[in-house]
């Protein structure tokens, strides 16, 4: 059973969230929260698998609320699920660098919201379709690359610097394995690794470190 919190200083939103949720048999809401303090403070207490947070909230936001979970140590079991109005929004990119497994427009179909919950859930990067590439490309288009990122991309491997451009491409382990033609437990090895050695909290910054250091870019397939 997947456990949810639901974060959104409208409560009509979250009682939609929660409608649409609870129709799945493997999901279950746990708790709710108006605003990004009490989200952390509900994370902590419930240790949800997914937290879904709309990102702009009045007082404390869903970027710091993001942040303060993925940099919690006893919370590193808990995904963070940013929910936008815009999905070409800033602040989308600014939270998944600080550790949100990714996002979802506030406008999608009910089956997409439930994909996406489990995906957060299994440990998947959540990118919504079509969308999150093209966030990221124009963004770390227009950043100036981070010298630490460089820094840490010189550290990979050459298996490990083909692997971050396929996880960037959104493919999960399975079809990485099949693309390098080596075995789903080495890709899923090798994506640890990576993660490791990049300092990544999930692959959804994976994806955004990527683009920084121009490992991929816009346009690469």
């Keep these: 059973m997947i456990s949810v919190l639901l974060a959104d200083d409208q409560s009509l939103v979250r009682a939609g969230l929660r409608a649409i949720l609870e129709t799945a048999p493997d999901i279950r809401v746990i708790g ?14 419930l240790r949800p698998d997914v937290v879904l947070m709309d ?3 009045p007082g404390s936001d869903g970027l710091e609320a993001a942040c303060r979970i993925a940099t919690d140590d006893r919370l590193a079991a808990v995904h963070a699920v940013m929910l936008t109005t815009f999905d070409l929004d800033e602040y989308v990119l600014e939270a998944m660098r600080l550790g949100a497994a990714g996002f979802l427009v506030k406008n999608c179909e009910p089956e997409e919201l439930l994909r996406g919950v489990r995906a957060a859930a299994g440990g998947d990067a959540l990118l919504s379709p079509g969308v999150t590439r093209r966030l990221i490309a124009e963004y770390a288009a227009r950043a100036k690359r981070p010298p630490t990122v460089t ?3 010189d550290t990979l491997t050459g ?3 083909a692997v971050l451009a396929l996880v960037a491409t959104g493919l999960t382990n399975d079809e990485i394995a099949e693309r390098l033609e080596i075995s789903p437990l080495t890709a899923k090895t090798h994506v640890s690794r ?3 050695k990049l300092g990544a909290h999930d692959r959804a910054q994976l994806v955004v470190i990527a683009y920084e ?3 991929v870019r816009p346009g690469w397939s």
């Design 55 to 57: 990102i702009r909230m």
């Design 194 to 196: 990576t993660m490791l």
């Design 151 to 153: 820094a840490k991309i």
């Design 159 to 161: 298996r490990e610097r």
């Design 213 to 215: 250091s121009g490992t």
């Design 32 to 45: 709710e929260a108006g605003d990004g303090a009490a989200a952390v403070a509900g994370a902590r207490q």
